[in-house]
């Protein structure tokens, strides 16, 4: 007869520090095309935007000011306008 011995340790912890990480990270990938996105929606118009689509704007500062942040505690991004 053999005799085996097995020692298991318990590093979940570890595995879900990493994952949180890795969300965060993906979130902040997942915001900047957001923004992208957004900033290249955005028409050059005199003329105002019909409702239900992309703000138009005369002079390109609506685009650049299109920001993304994430909120590492509730693992969210925000994405839209600069309020300053």
Partial sequence: MLGI????RDETHKVERKAK???I???GHAGAALRIAAM???RRRKKAAPPGSPPHTQTR???R???YAVDKQRQNVVVGP???
Avoid: H, Q, W
């Avoid at 011995?5 to 298991?8: G, H, P, S």
């Fill in 82 to 84: 600069d309020a300053g």
């Fill in 25 to 27: 990270e993906n979130l």
């Fill in 40 to 42: 290249r929606s955005i």
């Fill in 21 to 23: 990480r890795a969300n």
């Fill in 65 to 67: 000011a299109i920001k």
């Fill in 61 to 63: 500062r609506l685009p």
């Fill in 5 to 8: 011995r097995v020692r298991t």
